[in-house]
C-alpha cells in the first residue's frame, strides 16, 4: 500500500510505501515520515490537500474544497452550495465566483 506525503519544503506529494518507512515521529504539529529516501511529512494541511487532489477540487472556503462535478447548485440566499447528495456547504463570499464558474464548467459537459 501506498501513502501520500510532501516533501520538506511542500512543494512535491509523493507516494510512498509503506514497506519504504523507517519510521514515523510526531514532532510538534508536524508528523514526520523518514524512509531510506529521505524524510517527509503527512499531508494534513488544505492546501496539501488541494494539491493531491488537482483542478477537479476547488475551494469554496477557507476549511472546505469539494470537488466540482457534485456541486448541484448554488443558494445566493443561503450562500451555500447544494450537492448531489443533498448535503450543503457554506460558500464564502470571494468564492462565490469561483463556484458559480464550476457549476458552467460542470453544466457545460
Same mark, same amino acid.
Given at each position: *500500500?501506498?501513502? !501520500?506525503?510532501?516533501?520538506?519544503?511542500?512543494?512535491?506529494?509523493?507516494?510512498? #510505501?509503506?514497506? #519504504?518507512?523507517?519510521?514515523?515521529?510526531?514532532?510538534?504539529?508536524?508528523?514526520?515520515? &523518514?524512509?531510506?529516501? =529521505?524524510?517527509?511529512?503527512?499531508?494534513?494541511?488544505?492546501? #496539501?490537500?488541494?494539491?493531491?487532489? =488537482?483542478?477537479?477540487?476547488?475551494?469554496?472556503?477557507? =476549511? @472546505? /474544497? %469539494?470537488?466540482?462535478?457534485? @456541486?448541484?447548485?448554488? #443558494?445566493?440566499?443561503?450562500?451555500?452550495? &447544494?450537492?448531489?447528495? =443533498?448535503? *450543503? /456547504?457554506?460558500?464564502?463570499? !470571494?468564492? @462565490? !465566483? /469561483? %463556484?458559480?464558474?464550476?457549476?458552467?464548467?460542470?453544466?457545460?459537459?
Amino acid at each position: *500500500m501506498k501513502v !501520500p506525503v510532501i516533501n520538506s519544503d511542500g512543494s512535491q506529494i509523493h507516494w510512498i #510505501d509503506i514497506n #519504504d518507512i523507517s519510521n514515523v515521529q510526531r514532532q510538534k504539529n508536524d508528523i514526520v515520515v &523518514h524512509t531510506n529516501n =529521505g524524510t517527509f511529512y503527512q499531508i494534513t494541511a488544505l492546501d #496539501d490537500w488541494k494539491l493531491l487532489l =488537482g483542478t477537479t477540487f476547488i475551494r469554496i472556503d477557507s =476549511g @472546505i /474544497l %469539494v470537488r466540482k462535478d457534485v @456541486i448541484k447548485e448554488f #443558494d445566493s440566499k443561503l450562500q451555500v452550495v &447544494h450537492l448531489k447528495d =443533498g448535503s *450543503m /456547504l457554506s460558500v464564502a463570499r !470571494p468564492r @462565490i !465566483p /469561483l %463556484v458559480k464558474e464550476a457549476i458552467e464548467e460542470t453544466n457545460a459537459k
